[in-house]
């Protein structure tokens, strides 16, 4: 069965620091893994795609890398600021019988301090 | 504006009473699904659609229906709530099927039941 495991669950940094989340998975045959912000009570933003054949993907301040093989993803903030604080949510697709599967890591909760 | 929406965005209902929360996309995503977001339990799928009339059970389906009548609305039925399926309720749609596309999620439909 596969688990998605996010470390650490909370993280407190301050403002302008570089900071890496960390996303694991426990079986590598995987389509895609997508990173999502979340704002408290509000829904899920898409932040990155990577599909299974890519190894990063960029946006702005933001990038995404992915090593099927160990099976560990990492989300990389440059140059923190007060407004990336917020729960950041990764999240694998895979084939399970049959079925198309999307799960989800529970989460870890950013603070960035001014 | 291509956009996932639900509706309501806030329900309060009492034990038994049947209720509809509705999902529309306006992108032509094939693929649909719902969600439950719980403390400590993360994300989880409800039911998922593949295509039109073409559902099947998530993680967690136990109290929940769905249909897919068109291809645009997949609502989710609790045709007697109970107070466990007090929760934060999130519908997504993706291209193709969950294993390749990028995940558009909806605002959220937040749910007590008394």
Redesign the interface.
Same mark, same amino acid.
């Given at each position: 069965k596969q688990e998605v495991t996010q470390i650490p669950a909370a993280l407190s940094v301050p403002e302008g620091e570089n900071l890496v989340l960390n996303c694991s998975f426990t079986d590598s045959a995987i389509y895609n893994l997508q990173w999502f912000r979340q704002d408290p009570g509000k829904g899920l933003t898409s932040l990155l795609l990577i599909q299974s054949s890519q190894r990063e993907q960029t946006s702005g301040r933001l990038n995404a890398s992915l090593d099927k093989s160990s099976g560990r993803s990492t989300l990389y903030i440059a140059a923190s600021q007060p407004g990336d604080s917020a729960t950041y949510l990764c999240a694998v697709g895979f084939t399970q019988g049959g079925s198309e599967k999307l799960v989800f890591g529970k989460g870890t909760k950013l603070t960035v301090n001014p | 504006e291509a956009q996932v929406t639900q509706n309501p965005r806030y329900l309060i209902t009492v034990t038994g009473k049947k209720l509809t929360v509705t999902c529309s996309q306006n992108m032509n995503h094939e !693929?649909m699904?719902w !969600?439950r977001q719980d403390p =400590?339990? &993360?994300?989880? /799928?409800i039911y !998922?659609s593949?295509n039109v009339e073409v559902t099947?059970k998530g993680d967690v389906p136990e109290g929940y229906k769905v249909s897919r009548k068109e291809k645009r609305n997949f609502p989710l039925i609790l045709e007697s709530p109970s107070p466990n399926q007090t929760s934060?309720y999130?519908c997504?749609s993706s291209w193709g099927?969950? &294993?390749? =596309?990028? /995940?558009?999620? =909806?605002? =959220?439909t937040?749910l007590t039941v008394l």
């Open positions: - | !693929y699904s !969600y =400590g339990l &993360g994300l989880r /799928q !998922y593949m099947d934060l999130f997504a099927l969950a &294993g390749v =596309g990028e /995940q558009f999620f =909806g605002p =959220g937040r």
